[in-house]
């Protein structure tokens, strides 16, 4: 079966803060005021009926609205349910959190149950705190700064997500540097992008251009200095995708079906952009996971991400950009198959760094054969100590020489010149 994954929001879009660019607090539309937990019985049934799944990986993505609102008697009750439910499965946590209500209660779980933490920060303070404020208009990044002290005592592993929307669209090295003046090894760039509701961009939304040049800036430095240190997930899934041949991030894939949202009251939708009660799948306790998967709707939902195929017609970074995330497309609420908002910026960021992303992947190819062949020559020297092969077979490392050739040098160490 195809694997998916789960995005879990067991309270909802509720939060302790109030970024000037949150799409999901707007979900009261769709959840109502009141305070929205999920209760045992739902984490409970959630978490059998997706552990019952014959999967090599199960993996929980815990985010929100803000998911540290639950308290960590939750989580600890949710890691008892999966061992009851799938003790002997493969099971990855992760906490998306804006890091504001961390002390070291969590720190504990967090490290103790192997927790990837992606913590939210948008650069240095006086660009941090532009948009993400608490209810009281107070900016936070001082709070998150200490939390990022707080999970390397505990020895978490994070990495740090930034939004880049109008607070930090023109200061790409301001932000990149001070996070790896910080020392963070693991970065994420996502676009802030929506509409304002009269038409036209929101006020904090970036355009394409913006998005592409912004991207281009930090590719440079990147690749100058490190490119072999720092990790930026657009580009690690640029080089898996070149490397692989096939996506790891939903964006660059031709369909739109990789994971589930599970909200707090156990309804299920395909996508965090699509959570509106004409996509609901389901409910976890009413329907199993595979049922949700087969339907109709969620095959036509996967189908919106190649809807676009006509309009990007035979451009020359299909095989990367594959159309781009529905959610930036003008028609996103219909079918999905106009332009992307995004693609000049995508054009603009792929034309910049193509040929760099194409030796960074040849040199990766070059890396990984050489360590196989390593592998397997270190394999045949032993049988060729203990007498179980001989020099004139050809070579299995994929060489296309014969044994004593290929291994040469390894064999002349070997003999001391015998
Ligand atoms: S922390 Fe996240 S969920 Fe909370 S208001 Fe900010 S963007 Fe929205
Ligand atoms: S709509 Fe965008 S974010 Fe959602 S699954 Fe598709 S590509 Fe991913
Ligand atoms: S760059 Fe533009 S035209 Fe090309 S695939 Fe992406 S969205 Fe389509």
């Given at each position: 079966m195809r694997e998916f994954s789960l995005l879990i929001k067991p309270a909802s879009f509720d939060c302790n803060l109030r970024c000037a660019y949150c799409f999901y607090l707007k979900k009261e539309e769709v959840f109502g005021n009141s305070i929205h937990r999920m209760s045992d019985e739902v984490l409970e049934k959630m978490v059998s009926s997706f552990l019952d799944i014959e999967m090599s990986n199960h993996s929980f993505a815990w985010q929100g609205g803000?998911?540290?609102?639950?308290?960590v008697d939750f989580y600890q009750r949710a890691i008892t349910m999966m061992k009851k439910h799938g003790d002997e499965k493969n099971v990855a946590n992760a906490l998306q959190t804006n890091g504001t209500l961390l002390n070291d209660d969590w720190g504990k779980l967090l490290r103790d149950f192997n927790f990837l933490v992606g913590l939210s920060m948008d650069g240095p303070a006086e660009l941090h705190d532009l948009y993400r404020k608490d209810a009281g208009g107070k900016g936070t990044h001082k709070k998150v700064y200490n939390t990022i002290k707080l999970l390397r005592r505990h020895r978490v592993e994070f990495n740090i997500l930034t939004l880049v929307s109008q607070a930090n669209i023109k200061h790409p090295l301001e932000v990149y540097r001070y996070l790896k003046k910080l020392g963070i090894k693991y970065h994420q760039y996502i676009e802030c992008f929506e509409t304002a509701p009269g038409g036209?961009?929101?006020?904090?939304a970036v355009s394409g251009v913006e998005w592409g040049k912004f991207m281009c800036r930090i590719f440079d430095e990147w690749y100058k200095g490190d490119r072999y240190d720092i990790s930026v997930r657009l580009f690690d899934s640029i080089l898996h995708q070149l490397v692989e041949?096939?996506?790891?991030v939903c964006n660059m894939g031709r369909d739109c079906r990789q994971y589930l949202v599970v909200e707090y009251n156990g309804d299920v939708f395909p996508c965090d952009f699509f959570v509106e009660p004409r996509f609901k799948l389901g409910n976890v306790m009413e329907n199993s996971f595979q049922e949700m998967i087969d339907s109709d709707l969620y095959k036509e939902f996967g189908k919106r991400k190649t809807a676009t195929d006509e309009v990007c017609g035979d451009c020359q970074w299909i095989d990367l950009c594959a159309g781009c995330c529905p959610k930036n497309r003008p028609d996103r609420a219909q079918d999905a198959k106009t332009l992307s908002e995004l693609c000049a910026g995508w054009k603009m960021f792929y034309s910049h760094t193509y040929d760099r992303f194409k030796e960074l992947a040849k040199e990766i190819r070059f890396r990984r054969e050489t360590e196989q062949r390593v592998q397997v020559h270190r394999q045949l020297l032993r049988m060729f100590q203990q007498g179980n092969i001989g020099l004139e077979a050809p070579c299995p490392c994929g060489s296309g020489l014969l044994l004593k050739q290929c291994m040469a040098p390894e064999l002349n160490q070997l003999l001391g010149g015998r």
């Open positions: 803000e998911p540290s609102v639950m308290g036209g961009l929101a006020p904090f041949k096939r996506s790891n």
